[in-house]
Every structure is written in C-alpha cells, then in structure tokens.
C-alpha cells in the first residue's frame, strides 16, 4: 500500500515567483557614474545560437554587425523631474502635468507627504525667498503616488534636476549631487522628444560619429517611473505593465521591411517594436510585459545594459535569450568587471 501524500496548499499564481530572475551582484559592480567616453563603454557579445561570449567596445559595434542590419534607437527625451523638497524633507518625481500647475508625483518617502501637507522649493540654496515654490498635497494615491498643486506655474529646467535612479540618488546628498555631468549623460546624444523620467540607458552609449557609421532610425517610447518598480502581483497576474506613451513616425515601416534585421536599442526599443500590429506611423501607448516565455516577431537582434534582477527589464532578456543563457552571461560579467545598469556597460544579444 503506498503511503499517504501530505496534503498541499494551493499555489498562489497571482504572487510572482521571481526566484529563478535573481543574481548576486557585488555593490562595487553597479555604475555610479559613465565612464569619460560613451563609445568606451564595455560590450559584451552574446551569441543566442551557440551560446559564445565575447568581450568588446561599444565603438566595435559597426564590426559586430552584419551589413542590412537596421538600428532602432529611442529619441525620448529625459525631463529635469525630480524635484528635491526643502520642508519638509523629501523629494518628488514629477510624472505627469494634468492640468497647469496640477502635477502627478511620485513622493519619497511617501509617508512625510501627507494629504494637506505644504511644501517648498528652491532652485538652488541661494533662491531669494520671493522666488521660492510652494506646492501643497491634494490628493493622495496609491505606491507612493500623489497629486500635488503649485502655487504658480515654474520651469523644470530651473527647480529640477536629472532623475537618476534611486540607488544613485541614495548615495549621493544635497544640491552638489547633481553635477553638470549627470546634466549631458543621462541624456542620449539623440534625444529630442521630451518625456521620459528615466533614461534609456542602452542609447546613452551612442555618440553621433558611431551612429553616423551604422545604418539607424528612432521610435519614441517615454520612459515612467515603472522601470524603478518592482514587479507586483497586479502585474505577474495580467501580464500587463505601467503603461507608457509611444510614437513611429513615417518611413520606419519601410526601413524595417528592407532591413536583413531589426537591432533593438533598449528594451524599451523591443517593446515598441513587439507592441503594434505594424510599423506605420502612430501614437499609442504599451504596457507590453515581455516574459518568458514569449516569442519575439520583430526584434532579430537586442542592445541592453545589465538590469537589476528581478526586474521586468531582466525578464525581458531571459525571454529573448533564455533563463540560463542569461545568467551564465551575467556570471561572466561580474566575473569579468564589467559596470551595472543605468551608468553601466552593454550586451548584444544575436
């Protein structure tokens, strides 16, 4: 007689098992700033068919790809969004102007931002005290987000700053955090549409005399403040992410269909490209969650850095690449000194 099995709990499909996304990574291994030169960066080459790595430049790019292979790089621009507050102490992340003055926001930490709460803002430390900005908190909303009324209409140029992730921003403080280098390379060399809160980081490796040598051509996807956030059970369960505003202007279906193959520059690239029906010219918006496993129509090949694990961002190379090909590469990476995420260096996947 075979013994009794014990009885199980019923598994929770709706909680995310994202332990087979994670990695070790040493602290010293994540980039807190570029390197001087943007081509200079790290590349390293990863070879779907066989498995292969190889260590290059960014500036061999042009060597590494076959002739017809077509480009696509993301123009979004980044917006000086992050706003640090004097009183109380914290800062926001502006999202969104619903109306004028009337801002969507993201607080840290949330919980000093309470419903009322006045707040105040300076340009630098010197602001006279006739230009300073006030906001108040009207309305309060769900993982940290909140609405917030400004006193008058500002510029973000002026009271903003360059919205560097969180890991960066936690290890640098005051008004001397925001050096002017952070002011040009968290900002692709292409960028031209105004939007994202967060850069994407795999274009920042361009400068405009490799891109000159390699066939190219852009879509718009503005980068929200999804790519800081974990991924929850809301998202595991639709298969859905933070939705995000895109546009393909005119010619790029054409490019695409003369192309021997389409090189995705970002994972925010290979959304847009994995998103619409068709590369006609359109507005849209995405909330695309590539994992595995999923298959990949457009995108032949992918340029992107190395992603914090468990992140959507990680889970969308192991789709396009394979769990365990991914991992061994990024093994071979932290053995190999190569930097982390945003500041870091890149991988080609073909």
């Not at 332990?19 to 807190?32: C, G, Q, W």
């Not at 292409?190 to 066939?215: C, D, I, K, M, N």
């Not at 193959?261 to 006609?280: K, M």
């Amino acid at each position: 007689m075979l013994p009794e099995r014990a009885a199980s709990s019923p598994v929770d499909r709706s909680v995310p098992d994202l332990a087979p996304y994670s990695f070790a990574l040493p602290e010293e291994r994540i980039a807190l700033s570029p390197v001087p030169d943007r081509a200079d960066a790290r590349l390293m080459l990863l070879e779907r068919r066989n498995g292969s790595i190889a260590h290059h430049r960014i500036r061999d790019l042009p060597e590494l790809l076959a002739p017809g292979d077509l480009l696509v790089l993301n123009d979004s621009r980044v917006i000086p969004a992050f706003l640090p507050c004097v009183e109380p102490q914290l800062s926001f992340l502006l999202l969104e102007e619903q109306e004028p003055s009337l801002w969507r926001a993201l607080a840290e930490p949330a919980r000093r931002a309470s419903l009322g709460r006045s707040l105040l803002f300076v340009a630098d430390p010197g602001t006279p005290a006739e230009e300073r900005l006030a906001a108040e908190v009207v309305e309060v909303r769900s993982r940290g987000e909140r609405l917030l009324r400004f006193s008058r209409p500002f510029s973000l140029e002026r009271f903003g700053n360059p919205p560097l992730p969180p890991y960066i921003r936690k290890r640098r403080s005051g008004f001397s955090s925001f050096p002017l280098s952070d002011w040009e390379r968290y900002q692709t060399v292409f960028a031209r549409s105004p939007g994202s809160v967060a850069a994407p980081t795999a274009g920042l490796h361009f400068t405009q005399e490799l891109l000159a040598r390699l066939p190219h051509a852009f879509v718009t996807l503005h980068v929200g403040p999804g790519t800081f956030r974990p991924i929850g059970p809301e998202e595991w369960r639709t298969g859905r992410l933070h939705p995000e505003r895109f546009a393909i202007a005119a010619g790029l279906a054409e490019a695409a269909w003369n192309a021997r193959r389409i090189v995705a520059v970002g994972t925010t690239v290979a959304r847009v490209l994995e998103s619409v029906p068709d590369l006609r010219e359109q507005n849209g918006t995405t909330d695309l969650f590539l994992r595995p496993p999923c298959a990949f129509r457009r995108t032949g090949a992918l340029l992107t850095n190395f992603h914090l694990p468990r992140s959507s961002l990680f889970l969308l190379a192991c789709a396009f690449a394979g769990l365990d090909l991914i991992q061994e590469a990024y093994r071979e990476a932290v053995a190999q000194g190569y930097r982390f995420y945003s500041y870091g260096d890149a991988m080609l996947i073909l």
